[in-house]
């Protein structure tokens, strides 16, 4: 990002931090900020495997995964793997300084037995320390995002590693310190820097003023080292190497911890809360996935999803359950044949669907340690009965401000909703391993290189600016998610997996990053494979679109002039940019005498599937 750009996005994110804090947001003419560059567009088929697959954001990170299922390995082995390489070889995104939603379904015993569904929790927590006031100046203004960013303040406890410790002392096979070997040799041979990466590090205005990492990134020059330039990152390999002999308390105790605590505290111009004890207090969490019923093409399938603190699950059920009480389903493929888009009455439809959806998300979602869901119940959002409802308020025409529902009668939040604000980040891994058990695991250190501060050979995130930066509206009325003490901030997070509901059959993994368009990016793909029959890859090349609150945002040069038109009939702002998604899907496919995995990976990004 150039010095321009970067005063640019700091514009844009203090235009939206300090818009209509008394009301929910409105179409207003921000289009979200999205968390990277794009970097092109490539053509890739889908990949048709009979054992396993893995499906991830980088070849290397992939192969990892491959190799790990090839030597018997279950899908939570072949995940380490994957993110302890993508650390390494997609910095800007995840690593261990971050955390991660991981969606786990573990094949039932007996031909009819249903699967088990476990959702793990390792989102970073706010400091002990952290008040509600910490992403204000000192008049008591929302900070500019990036001047929020980057520094130790934004810095939240890092849960991805104790996490993935939980979720295999119950589902791993190969030995924990196995897993670590892929990185670990990678780490210290060195690796070619992609042309993702280097794009990215030549874009980013913030990664060079930490000298850590301008020293391992960066030449003399300032400049990016080049394409295919061999970086080496021995601190880590020594981190890594650590932790798989040790365990994961070799991070969150002792020397690693004691130096992730004095780069944040220690910043020269923005230091943060995080403090020792932060890191030895924290925990993972088990938590009981959310599911929702969708029908499509004569079947019924059950979409499982996280739960809060994601906010992704819940918006795309109250997305596609709205869309069930509208025309949009009879639209039986929707689809253009000549752009391969959907068409301006179904985007119409979505997008009413999406603006509704957003509106509840910004008054109501949240931690859950910290927020009930309306009556005690966060299904209550996703209640067939009150989607009837909400969807009648879709007008042939465009919403001059979607509003909160109120799902339980009688009963209103005392909640004020969040403005919208820039959410950033992510990977997303889909794997299916050779036993049939299925995960779908998305992992953040949120904005591309997260709080731009580098210690031992890793980058540490800035996941509390996902927090809102607003604490309170002028009556004094607290917004659910601001930060407090030990608290997880909201994420648009959406590890999805898919089941054929009379049989309780895998059908389906899938995710991507994204910030906050990673829910449309999500539910345009359900939509792709479940109500048209497309493949995966076919679901995934579609053109991007949606609207988080306020105008409708579609993929730059993807749908028609005649669509866009339509649209803006309709009386939609109809913003068109780069929408980067990483999607990454695993569907079963069926034939005559066996089933099979087809599965796709983004063009947008440089992920592949591989598998046998």
């Not at 030995?175 to 990215?200: C, D, M, N, V, Y």
């Not at 699950?313 to 391969?340: K, R, W």
Request: glycine share 10%; aromatic share 6%; net charge neutral.
């Amino acid at each position: 990002m150039s010095h321009t750009c970067a005063r640019s996005v700091l514009a844009l994110g203090l235009c939206a931090l300090l818009g209509a804090c008394t009301s929910p947001p409105s179409s207003s003419g921000r289009a979200p900020l999205q968390p990277e560059i794009a970097s092109g567009f490539t053509p890739k088929p889908d990949v048709v495997t009979r054992k396993f697959a893995v499906a991830a954001s980088n070849p290397l990170a992939t192969q990892a995964g491959f190799d790990v299922l090839k030597a018997g390995g279950s899908a939570v082995d072949a995940a380490i793997a994957v993110q302890m390489v993508l650390g390494l070889v997609e910095p800007q995104s995840s690593g261990i300084g971050g955390g991660a939603f991981l969606l786990h379904s573990t094949v039932g015993e007996g031909t009819l037995a249903a699967p088990k569904l476990q959702a793990f929790d390792g989102r970073e927590t706010a400091p002990a320390a952290a008040s509600e006031d910490l992403l204000l100046n000192a008049e008591g203004k929302p900070l500019a995002f990036h001047a929020a960013v980057v520094g130790g303040r934004s810095v939240g406890t890092p849960g991805v590693l104790h996490m993935l410790a939980q979720v295999h002392a119950q589902h791993g096979k190969l030995p924990w310190a196995l897993l670590f070997e892929p990185a670990i040799a990678l780490a210290r041979q060195g690796f070619g820097i992609s042309p993702r990466l280097h794009a990215q590090l030549k874009a980013d205005a913030f990664l060079r003023l930490d000298p850590t990492a301008r020293a391992y990134f960066y030449q003399a020059n300032g400049e990016p080292h080049a394409i295919g330039h061999v970086l080496r990152n021995p601190e880590l390999a020594v981190v890594l190497q650590r932790i798989a002999l040790e365990g994961v308390q070799a991070f969150y105790s002792g020397e690693v911890a004691e130096a992730v605590v004095r780069k944040v505290q220690q910043h020269p111009s923005n230091p943060g809360h995080l403090a020792y004890s932060d890191l030895a207090n924290y925990q993972a969490k088990e938590r009981t996935p959310l599911c929702f019923d969708h029908a499509a093409l004569s079947r019924v399938y059950r979409v499982c999803g996280f739960p809060p603190p994601s906010s992704g699950v819940i918006a795309m059920g109250q997305i596609l359950g709205m869309l069930q009480h509208t025309p949009a389903s009879l639209m039986s493929s929707p689809v253009d044949t000549v752009d391969g888009a959907p068409d301006a009455r179904w985007l119409h439809l979505y997008t009413e669907a999406s603006r509704l959806a957003f509106a509840d998300r910004a008054q109501y979602v949240a931690d859950p340690d910290f927020v009930s869901g309306p009556g005690g119940d966060w299904q209550s959002l996703l209640a067939p009965a009150y989607l009837r409802e909400r969807a009648k308020l879709i007008r042939p025409t465009a919403l001059l401000q979607a509003s909160p529902g109120v799902p339980v009668r009688a009963q209103g939040s005392s909640f004020a909703p969040m403005v919208e604000q820039p959410e950033y980040g992510t990977s997303h891994i889909s794997i299916v391993d050779g036993q049939g058990n299925a995960l779908a695991m998305t992992t953040t250190i949120e904005d591309a290189f997260g709080a731009r501060l580098m210690v031992k050979g890793f980058l540490l995130n800035n996941e509390l600016t996902d927090f809102s930066f607003v604490p309170r509206d002028p009556q004094g009325r607290a917004v659910a998610n601001r930060v407090q003490p030990n608290k997880r901030p909201r994420s648009s997070m959406s590890p999805t997996l898919v089941f054929d509901k009379a049989t309780g059959q895998l059908v389906m993994s899938v995710g991507s990053p994204g910030g906050a368009m990673i829910i449309h990016y999500t539910a345009k793909t359900l939509v792709g494979v479940l109500n048209w029959g497309l493949s995966p890859q076919q679901a995934i090349a579609l053109p991007n679109f949606g609207s988080v609150g306020g105008p409708l945002v579609v993929e730059g040069g993807r749908l028609a002039p005649a669509t866009l038109a339509a649209l803006r009939e309709r009386g939609h702002e109809v913003h068109e940019q780069a929408l980067t998604s990483g999607l990454q899907a695993v569907v079963r496919q069926k034939t005559s005498d066996r089933s099979e995995w087809i599965s796709g990976a983004d063009p947008r990004r440089e992920g592949v599937v591989l598998g046998e």
